[in-house]
């Protein structure tokens, strides 16, 4: 088992940590467990330094600021309401923010806040946004610490824990592998708390219903998701071509540990996170516009580079910004579908100019590409 972790680890380039609030917070003291952040930083230290790609999504924000209010760490989250808790996050977002500076300084370590609410994963505007921030940060070498929105989200609308969204964040990224932090070790058939036979299963490559019916939910406590939504962040990750480990992040250098001998759960992706992601691009049936290039761009794209606007013809459409476009030759043969980085009238503005230009036409930039590789995918004809 260990050699699988080692491999899933050694093999990803882009990696999401999910913290959950029971490790990152002591429940009677309300305050965070700062020897532990430390250690943690020391291990994605150790990572960062084999080249890897780090983003981390953490709860614990509600859970530092309900003291504030004098909420009662023994009540259940889901019983406690949402005005408290959005106040209880608002509190709690500036000590978790300072939290992670403290242990990332040590090793002088830039951190960034990142506050997300569902429509920044789902709707494609913002789900290009909030891609192009947290490439930024992971290329300019600052760990990206990531939380839901609680401040502004509703009941209806939010995740509702932070294991869905680290799965949304991994699948937005292209990240090769999930590490889900827990207070469990991974899942096993039943309940290890109740039944002391209850069997642990180390590798799962296909999550059928008889593994989703094995999941509980979250004890009374810090824990908001419980097995029930790490399971549905399994189901996320894989089907966007990301491995998750489910461990027990409650000992120091957590990391560490799992790559040692830690006891864990992998569920095994059957595809590479660049081809979900093409899958998902291409089931868009209606593109908004039409993108005309010249012979140079046609080699470019087959090539497998991205659009750039220099090899921009014309452009049809009143597409915005994110949305699908039909990208053609001159004949008016579909090329490629990809999720444009600038809208109609910006195309046009900057067809057949040099990506160097582009500041000095539009008086901004979202980037050299019109549409980037990663956005794009070939037609089969």
Known sequence: MTTLINDAIKNAGRI??????????NEKSGLVRQNWLNSLATDVEELLKQNKEIVIVSSGA???????????????????????KQASAALGQVQLSKAYEAAFTAHSRMTALVLLSPKDTEERKAHLNARATLLTLMK??????????????????????????????????GADLLIQLSTTDGLYDSDPTQNKDAKHIPVINDLT?????????APKG??????????????????????????????????????????????????????????WISSYLKTLGDVIIDEG????????????????VKVRGNFQYGDPVSINDSEGNKLAIGLCSYSADEARNICGCKSIAI???LGYSRGDELVHRDNLVLHQA
Do not use: H, W
């Open 359 to 361: 500041s000095e036409v």
């Open 222 to 279: 810090l824990s908001t998701g419980g097995m029930k939504s790490k399971l549905e962040a399994a189901r996320i990750s894989m089907a966007a071509g990301v491995d998750m480990i489910i461990t027990s992040g409650q000992v120091e250098n957590p990391l560490k540990a799992l790559q040692n001998n830690g006891t864990a759960t992998l569920f095994k992706a059957s595809e590479k996170p660049l081809s979900a992601r093409k899958k």
């Open 140 to 173: 300019n070498k600052s760990i990206a610490i990531i939380n839901e929105n609680d401040t502004v989200s509703t009941a209806e609308i939010r995740f509702g824990d932070n294991d869905r969204l680290a799965a949304r964040v991994a699948q937005m990224i």
């Open 209 to 217: 219903q008889d593994y989703l019916d094995m999941a509980g939910d």
């Open 62 to 84: 509600i859970a530092l600021g309900r003291k504030s209010l004098g909420i009662d760490y023994t009540d259940s989250p889901s019983s406690i309401p949402l005005e408290l």
């Open 297 to 312: 761009a046609i080699t470019a794209l087959k090539s497998g580079k991205s659009l750039l606007p220099a090899g921009i």
């Open 16 to 25: 999401v940590i999910k913290i959950g609030s029971a490790l990152l917070t």
